[in-house]
T-cell receptor, first 113, second 115 residues
Framework: DAGVIQSPRHEVTEMGQEVTLRCKPI?????LFWYRQTMMRGLELLIY????????DSGMPEDRFSAKMPNASFSTLKIQPSEPRDSAVYFCASSWGSEEKLLFGSGTQLSVL | GESVGLHLPTLSVQEGDNSIINCAYSNSASDYFIWYKQESGKGPQFIIDIRSNMDKRQGQRVTVLLNKTVKHLSLQIAATQPGDSAVYFCAENRRSGGGADGLTFGKGTHLIIQP
């Protein structure tokens, strides 16, 4: 199994631009999570999906952030418009059923200039 | 403040020595705890987990100890190697009944292995 796959690994963009982060969960996993990691706040849960349905998006910072999961093997996290304070590492993770162990992707390092 | 936190942000140990990374949690109802290792430029990697009905669990060179009385969790790494240098996170699951959505992560301890 290739694990959770995220793309791109690095993204550098200018303030105001739209950013789209992508994630492919582990095959067979039915829960998908988006996290943001910063030095100041550590790992923060942004949103999670179960069976492709968003369950809890209370961690999404503001309306500029949106996430979709059109099928069991793909999810996107979009920031529009991006701001410098969005600079962080964004991780996608997946799990199966009631399993509490999350498996993480390698992350996307986002820099908004 | 941080309810799942680490006592020391940085821990430096000599190669070959044992290391102990500590974590405090605040929710006495948490019934599942997990340790992750994060190397530079990579995502968190699962190390070991433990349920609240256990006090100790061992893996390969790692041991997790849970003290529910004082709400304390520790990760012991035996005979540390250069590859153990990383940031280590503890997490607790505050939501009973399973599912990873209740995981809350600490900010991490940076373990440095000195040659």
């Amino acid at each position: 199994d290739a694990g959770v796959i995220q793309s791109p690994r690095h993204e550098v963009t200018e303030m105001g631009q739209e950013v789209t982060l992508r994630c492919k969960p582990i095959s067979g996993h039915n829960s998908l999570f988006w996290y943001r990691q910063t030095m100041m706040r550590g790992l923060e849960l942004l949103i999670y999906f179960n069976n492709n349905v968003p369950i809890d998006d209370s961690g999404m910072p503001e309306d500029r952030f949106s996430a979709k999961m059109p099928n069991a093997s793909f999810s996107t996290l979009k920031i529009q418009p991006s701001e410098p304070r969005d600079s962080a590492v964004y991780f996608c993770a997946s799990s199966w059923g009631s399993e509490e162990k999350l498996l993480f992707g390698s992350g996307t390092q986002l820099s908004v200039l | 403040g941080e309810s799942v936190g680490l006592h020391l942000p940085t821990l430096s140990v000599q190669e070959g020595d044992n290391s102990i990374i500590n974590c405090a949690y605040s929710n006495s109802a948490s019934d599942y705890f997990i340790w992750y290792k994060q190397e530079s430029g990579k995502g968190p990697q699962f190390i070991i987990d433990i349920r609240s009905n256990m006090d100790k669990r061992q893996g390969q060179r790692v041991t997790v100890l849970l003290n529910k009385t004082v709400k304390h969790l520790s990760l012991q790494i035996a005979a540390t190697q250069p590859g153990d240098s990383a940031v280590y996170f503890c997490a607790e699951n505050r939501r009973s009944g399973g599912g990873a959505d209740g995981l809350t992560f600490g900010k991490g301890t940076h373990l440095i292995i000195q040659p």
